[in-house]
């Protein structure tokens, strides 16, 4: 068995954009005169999709969470963060070369908690759409991470743009978070933790730990499956 597909997660991963998420959730909270720390923010807040993520900081606060409201605070967000995102790239750095090394050599997805609006967003103006053969968002599943769904549904897209059938187990996720591994793991597939918003000890059930997307290359990754 070998790599044949790699499944990136979006924020925290290609996209350095979990402190603008934080501040456009903070900002919009704020407005509700709910209050929202940065230490809660990453440690109970960042493996939420937007939906999940209101939902949760309301039982938290007290504060009731209707449908309509959370509907409401989801699209003020979605403003708030696209003029954070204004004049800037929100790349990490070495994700562009290392998304254009590795998509010449196997197919690459996205399984993101973003909506598909804000990765596209980026992607288009990063010029790096054209790389990624499927991308699953927030609002593309029933459920988001760490259930399994973002990343079955992934792995199903990739399959059915290949001749051959597609196994999870073929396939890698690159991860930031523990949520985000526990989804991959669920789902059956090979697992990479990169420390861009967590250190090393937070993403112990990664089968492999990186520091930066430069050290991603096809050599690396096929040492996941040993002969």
């Not at 790239?89 to 909506?115: N, T, W």
Request: hydrophobic share 50%.
């Amino acid at each position: 068995m070998s790599l044949k597909a790699i499944v990136f997660d979006f924020d925290g991963v290609i996209a350095n954009s979990e402190p603008l998420h934080f501040r456009a959730y903070r900002d919009v909270l704020a407005e509700e005169s709910i209050a929202l720390t940065e230490r809660d923010y990453y440690a109970r807040y960042l493996g939420f999709d937007d939906r999940g993520a209101f939902r949760a900081i309301g039982i938290a606060t007290g504060s009731p969470m209707t449908d309509a409201r959370v509907a409401d605070l989801v699209a003020r967000k979605a403003v708030r963060l696209e003029a954070l995102e204004r004049e800037r790239s929100m790349l990490f750095p070495g994700a562009a070369a290392a998304i254009e090394r590795l998509a010449a050599s196997v197919p690459l997805a996205i399984a993101s908690g973003a909506r598909g609006e804000e990765i596209r967003r980026v992607l288009d103006r990063e010029r790096l759409a054209q790389f990624f053969t499927t991308i699953v968002a927030a609002e593309d599943t029933p459920q988001s991470k760490p259930a399994p769904d973002p990343y079955l549904l992934a792995v199903a897209q990739l399959g059915g743009s290949s001749a051959a059938p597609l196994a999870a187990s073929e396939c890698v996720a690159i991860e930031d978070s523990v949520w985000g591994l526990q989804s991959a793991l669920a789902a059956g597939l090979k697992t990479v933790g990169i420390t861009h918003t967590y250190d090393a000890r937070s993403l112990v059930e990664a089968h492999m730990v990186i520091d930066a997307l430069a050290a991603l290359n096809i050599g690396s990754l096929g040492t996941l499956w040993p002969d």
